[in-house]
Protein backbone atom coordinates (compact mmCIF):
# COMPACT_ATOMS: atom_id res chain seq x y z
CA UNK A 1 0.00 0.00 0.00
CA UNK A 2 1.41 3.20 -0.81
CA UNK A 3 1.92 6.27 0.60
CA UNK A 4 -1.03 8.30 -1.04
CA UNK A 5 -3.67 5.53 -0.40
CA UNK A 6 -2.97 5.36 3.13
CA UNK A 7 -3.17 9.41 3.28
CA UNK A 8 -6.52 8.74 1.05
CA UNK A 9 -7.62 6.21 3.76
CA UNK A 10 -6.91 8.27 7.41
CA UNK A 11 -7.76 11.84 5.76
CA UNK A 12 -11.38 10.90 5.71
CA UNK A 13 -12.02 9.11 8.52
CA UNK A 14 -9.76 11.63 11.14
CA UNK A 15 -12.24 14.30 9.27
CA UNK A 16 -15.38 11.92 10.39
CA UNK A 17 -13.72 11.08 13.63
CA UNK A 18 -13.03 14.63 14.63
CA UNK A 19 -16.60 16.04 13.25
CA UNK A 20 -18.33 13.30 15.52
CA UNK A 21 -16.81 14.62 18.14
CA UNK A 22 -17.08 18.12 17.83
CA UNK A 23 -20.78 17.13 17.04
CA UNK A 24 -21.00 15.65 20.24
CA UNK A 25 -20.05 18.71 22.61
CA UNK A 26 -21.81 20.96 24.10
CA UNK A 27 -21.16 24.09 23.04
CA UNK A 28 -21.84 27.39 23.46
CA UNK A 29 -24.89 27.57 21.06
CA UNK A 30 -26.33 24.42 21.92
CA UNK A 31 -26.33 25.72 25.64
CA UNK A 32 -28.25 28.36 25.15
CA UNK A 33 -30.93 27.19 23.08
CA UNK A 34 -31.48 24.79 25.47
CA UNK A 35 -31.86 27.37 28.20
CA UNK A 36 -33.68 29.78 26.04
CA UNK A 37 -35.87 26.75 24.96
CA UNK A 38 -36.61 25.96 28.54
CA UNK A 39 -37.32 29.67 29.26
CA UNK A 40 -39.49 30.57 26.38
CA UNK A 41 -41.69 27.51 27.74
CA UNK A 42 -42.08 29.07 31.32
CA UNK A 43 -42.99 32.29 29.82
CA UNK A 44 -45.53 30.58 27.04
CA UNK A 45 -47.60 29.48 29.96
CA UNK A 46 -47.21 32.71 31.67
CA UNK A 47 -48.34 34.62 28.47
CA UNK A 48 -51.16 32.09 27.97
CA UNK A 49 -53.02 32.09 31.25
CA UNK A 50 -52.77 35.69 32.17
CA UNK A 51 -55.78 36.98 34.07
CA UNK A 52 -57.16 33.03 34.41
CA UNK A 53 -59.21 32.01 37.50
CA UNK A 54 -57.94 30.68 40.51
CA UNK A 55 -57.40 26.69 39.48
CA UNK A 56 -56.31 27.49 36.08
CA UNK A 57 -53.66 30.20 38.33
CA UNK A 58 -52.65 27.47 40.99
CA UNK A 59 -51.90 25.07 37.80
CA UNK A 60 -49.71 28.02 36.53
CA UNK A 61 -48.13 27.35 39.85
CA UNK A 62 -47.17 24.07 39.46
CA UNK A 63 -46.51 24.43 35.87
CA UNK A 64 -43.84 26.81 36.91
CA UNK A 65 -42.34 24.98 39.64
CA UNK A 66 -41.89 22.28 37.01
CA UNK A 67 -40.32 24.68 34.66
CA UNK A 68 -38.19 25.77 37.65
CA UNK A 69 -36.77 22.66 38.10
CA UNK A 70 -36.26 21.98 34.77
CA UNK A 71 -33.99 24.86 34.42
CA UNK A 72 -31.90 23.89 37.25
CA UNK A 73 -31.10 19.99 35.73
CA UNK A 74 -29.83 21.29 32.37
CA UNK A 75 -26.20 20.81 32.66
CA UNK A 76 -24.69 23.73 31.90
CA UNK A 77 -20.89 24.18 31.36
CA UNK A 78 -20.71 27.87 30.51
CA UNK A 79 -19.71 30.03 33.34
CA UNK A 80 -22.08 32.87 31.91
CA UNK A 81 -25.22 30.91 31.54
CA UNK A 82 -25.02 29.25 35.00
CA UNK A 83 -25.33 32.58 35.72
CA UNK A 84 -27.97 32.60 33.71
CA UNK A 85 -29.58 29.61 34.88
CA UNK A 86 -29.48 30.89 38.20
CA UNK A 87 -31.29 33.99 37.30
CA UNK A 88 -33.97 31.92 35.73
CA UNK A 89 -34.52 29.32 38.64
CA UNK A 90 -34.72 32.48 41.04
CA UNK A 91 -37.49 34.33 38.61
CA UNK A 92 -39.67 31.08 38.19
CA UNK A 93 -39.45 30.02 41.25
CA UNK A 94 -40.67 34.09 42.88
CA UNK A 95 -43.13 34.01 39.95
CA UNK A 96 -44.54 30.73 40.81
CA UNK A 97 -44.67 31.80 44.11
CA UNK A 98 -46.47 34.97 43.85
CA UNK A 99 -49.09 33.56 41.77
CA UNK A 100 -49.84 30.66 44.21
CA UNK A 101 -50.30 33.42 46.66
CA UNK A 102 -52.59 35.29 44.68
CA UNK A 103 -54.39 32.35 43.69
CA UNK A 104 -55.12 31.71 47.41
CA UNK A 105 -55.91 35.36 48.09
CA UNK A 106 -58.56 35.41 45.02
CA UNK A 107 -59.51 31.39 46.69
CA UNK A 108 -60.24 33.34 49.60
CA UNK A 109 -62.26 35.88 48.51
CA UNK A 110 -65.16 33.39 46.59
CA UNK A 111 -65.66 31.91 49.99
CA UNK A 112 -66.26 34.81 52.01
CA UNK A 113 -69.28 35.45 53.05
CA UNK A 114 -71.49 38.80 53.19
CA UNK A 115 -70.82 39.84 57.06
CA UNK A 116 -68.12 42.23 58.66
CA UNK A 117 -65.47 38.92 58.94
CA UNK A 118 -66.21 38.78 55.05
CA UNK A 119 -65.34 42.17 54.29
CA UNK A 120 -62.27 41.90 56.25
CA UNK A 121 -61.64 38.87 54.72
CA UNK A 122 -61.75 40.58 51.02
CA UNK A 123 -59.85 43.32 52.15
CA UNK A 124 -56.65 41.22 53.38
CA UNK A 125 -57.21 39.04 50.49
CA UNK A 126 -56.90 42.44 48.21
CA UNK A 127 -53.95 43.58 49.86
CA UNK A 128 -52.36 39.93 49.21
CA UNK A 129 -53.24 39.71 45.22
CA UNK A 130 -51.88 43.84 45.15
CA UNK A 131 -48.33 42.75 46.84
CA UNK A 132 -48.66 39.29 44.28
CA UNK A 133 -48.70 41.58 41.48
CA UNK A 134 -46.47 43.92 42.70
CA UNK A 135 -44.13 41.46 42.74
CA UNK A 136 -44.85 39.98 39.63
CA UNK A 137 -44.18 43.01 38.01
CA UNK A 138 -41.00 43.51 39.59
CA UNK A 139 -39.59 39.64 38.94
CA UNK A 140 -41.16 40.41 35.22
CA UNK A 141 -38.91 43.67 34.38
CA UNK A 142 -35.94 41.57 36.20
CA UNK A 143 -36.70 38.68 33.85
CA UNK A 144 -36.98 41.22 30.84
CA UNK A 145 -33.30 42.37 31.86
CA UNK A 146 -32.15 39.29 31.68
CA UNK A 147 -33.52 37.42 28.86
CA UNK A 148 -32.26 40.83 26.62
CA UNK A 149 -28.65 40.04 28.45
CA UNK A 150 -28.67 36.00 27.39
CA UNK A 151 -29.44 37.35 24.34
CA UNK A 152 -26.52 39.40 23.56
CA UNK A 153 -24.36 36.98 25.09
CA UNK A 154 -25.88 34.24 22.82
CA UNK A 155 -25.61 35.97 19.72
CA UNK A 156 -22.10 36.52 19.99
CA UNK A 157 -20.08 33.27 18.73
CA UNK A 158 -17.43 31.81 21.01
Known sequence: MSVLHKYTFIAPVSLSIALFITSCTDNKVSQCQRLIRV???GTSLIDKNKGTQVIT???LSKDLEFVTKSIRE???TDPKLKEFQSGFVKIFENLSQAIAKAARALGATKTAEASVSGREKIQK???EIDSA?????TIGKQSDTLVNEMNKYCSHPE
Open 39 to 41: VNT
Open 57 to 59: SIQ
Open 74 to 76: LNL
Open 125 to 127: ARI
Open 133 to 137: LTTAT
